[in-house]
């Protein structure tokens, strides 16, 4: 074929460090802003940034000459830096290792995108690691329990 043709939708979690609630709601929006830039940036396509006190979720279109954790390295280095550099957080802003990543097909988008826009109030019911073991279960994605979040010592 002359050309590739793509239409790739992910959605990527990650979670603050020791899954802290310290993105606080006069900043939220900006880091929302930073991180779908940054994705962008990164090769990517942002439709949607949003998440909670401590985690976020990103929606977004990729190409598929871009790795998923190529884009994300950028946006968690880069948003944690400007975190920290705007003195956001009492202390180095950290995000947890890792991310979640799940892929949808075009059928399902605005389903998708309805579920990150609304994630405030699904966490009125949820918590972050529920809704996050929820997604591994419903993705049949093989994990060890013991091994999803960094706990404090």
């Known amino acids: 074929m ?7 939708y992910i959605q990527a979690i990650f979670g603050v460090k020791f899954r802290a609630a310290l993105i606080q709601s006069d900043w939220e929006p900006k880091l929302h802003s930073i991180i779908g830039n940054l994705i962008n940036q990164a090769g990517g396509k942002a439709i949607l940034v949003n998440g909670t006190s401590d985690h976020i979720h990103c929606f977004f279109h990729l190409k598929p000459s ?8 950028k946006v ?3 948003s944690s830096k ?5 003195k956001l ?36 019911k949820y918590t972050f690691r529920e809704e996050y073991l929820m997604l591994l279960k419903k993705f ?10 960094n706990e404090p010592v």
């Open 76 to 78: 968690k280095s880069n």
């Open 140 to 149: 049949d994605v093989n994990f060890d329990e013991a091994y999803v979040f």
């Open 2 to 8: 002359a050309n590739t043709y793509h239409q790739l």
């Open 89 to 124: 957080a009492s202390h180095r802003f950290e995000w947890q290792k890792g991310f979640g990543c799940f892929s949808y097909g075009h059928s399902q988008k605005n389903q998708v995108y309805q579920y990150v826009k609304n994630q405030k109030e699904h966490h009125k």
């Open 66 to 73: 871009v790795n998923i954790s190529d884009i994300m390295q």
């Open 82 to 86: 400007w975190i920290t550099e705007n």
